[in-house]
């Protein structure tokens, strides 16, 4: 019996995808509001499929993937998130991810994904190229640059966090997370960590 865990922290969001994922045969489906809840789960049971939001409160869904590559589980992973595909997708494909959804796509997208991944395929966004800027081309070169958690941890300060409130989620030091601070304002060129949130929103990022 094929089974699944659906890690998202919108109850509407887990409802619709739950309709989906019963249409694609899965009777068995398992919830998770928070990456420390799936992680719980991951370790009592067995499941065929995965799918990850990758925005979730206390905890972040890059760090839930790579952990689920580095296990013994041997779950497939489909990110479903609201999140540029033009930012994550890769970074996604890197840790191990079989498909990659973007919310702001029809429902339809995520059955196609849910299928193709089940059926041993990978489903991926075909994103434009050449398209950008100098200054676009720049700026994710540099957001490229940096890693999963560089990245989360400018998510969270763009949408306000403080370095208290990111540490207790993030499990670390205050004083690591305001390293990490003053290395993301010299990695991104920026003036302050108050333009960090302009640089993040002007990218997608949050």
């Known amino acids: 019996m094929k089974k699944v865990l659906l890690v998202d922290d919108h109850p509407v969001v ?16 398992s919830e998770a509001s928070s990456g420390s809840e799936a992680i719980s789960l991951l370790h009592e049971h067995s ?4 799918v990850l939001d990758l925005v979730m409160p206390g905890g972040d ?10 296990s013994d589980w041997s779950c497939l992973v489909l990110v479903f998130t609201s999140l540029d595909p033009l930012f ?3 970074r996604c494909m890197r840790a191990g991810a079989m498909a990659y959804v973007a919310k702001t796509n029809d429902l339809s997208q995520l ?16 994103l434009p190229s050449g398209s950008q800027d100098a ?38 030091s205050h004083k690591t ?30």
């Open 111 to 126: 059955h196609k994904a849910v299928h193709a991944v089940m059926t041993g395929y990978t489903y991926f966004a075909r």
């Open 47 to 50: 499941f065929n499929l995965v």
């Open 88 to 90: 994550f997708q890769e």
């Open 14 to 29: 887990r409802a619709a995808v739950r309709l989906v994922l019963e249409l694609e045969g899965f009777k068995r489906i």
């Open 177 to 206: 997370v305001s390293t990490y601070k003053t290395r993301l304002i010299e990695k991104l060129g920026v003036n302050a960590a108050v333009h960090l949130r302009d640089f993040a929103k002007r990218n997608h990022l949050i």
């Open 135 to 172: 200054q676009q081309r720049s700026e994710k070169q540099m957001i490229d640059k940096l890693s999963n958690r560089e990245l989360t941890i400018l998510q969270y300060l763009a949408r306000g966090k403080s370095n208290k409130a990111i540490a207790e989620l993030m499990h670390l």
């Open 61 to 70: 869904g890059l760090e839930l993937l790579e952990r689920i590559r580095a």
